[in-house]
Nanobody, 116 residues
Framework: QVQLVESGGGLVRPGGSLRLSCAAS????????MSWYRQAPGSERELVAS????????NYANSVKGRFTISRDNTKNTVYLQMNSLKPEDTAVYYC?????????WGKGTLVTVSS
């Protein structure tokens, strides 16, 4: 059974940093691309960043380019999202995501609140 468990969210001031982690189990982690999504109150869920299975390819939403970095450690079955220069508009629940065949897998999310 595939499980994705996010951690690392919290309250941070504008301009601050956080690192989110997503621990995966129940899959051959190194075989699958991974993504981070976020959903702000009253908004649709949006893609933040993705990383290929080996980590050699990444892509980002325009809104986070230059501020966020996605990475992975295939020895630890973990994907990370380093978030710098955080803004109030980054406030959202952040979800870890992958897909295997036709099945989508989501974590339960971790809340990031950017506020002074």
């Amino acid at each position: 059974q595939v499980q994705l468990v996010e951690s690392g969210g919290g309250l941070v001031r504008p301009g601050g940093s956080l690192r989110l982690s997503c621990a995966a189990s129940g899959l051959t982690f190194s075989s699958y691309a991974m993504s981070w999504y976020r959903q702000a109150p009253g908004s649709e869920r949006e893609l933040v960043a993705s990383i290929s299975s080996a980590g050699g390819s990444t892509n980002y939403a325009n809104s986070v380019k230059g501020r966020f970095t996605i990475s992975r450690d295939n020895t630890k079955n973990t994907v990370y999202l380093q978030m710098n220069s955080l803004k109030p508009e980054d406030t959202a629940v952040y979800y870890c995501y992958t897909w295997i065949g036709r099945v989508n897998y989501w974590g339960k999310g971790t809340l990031v609140t950017v506020s002074s």
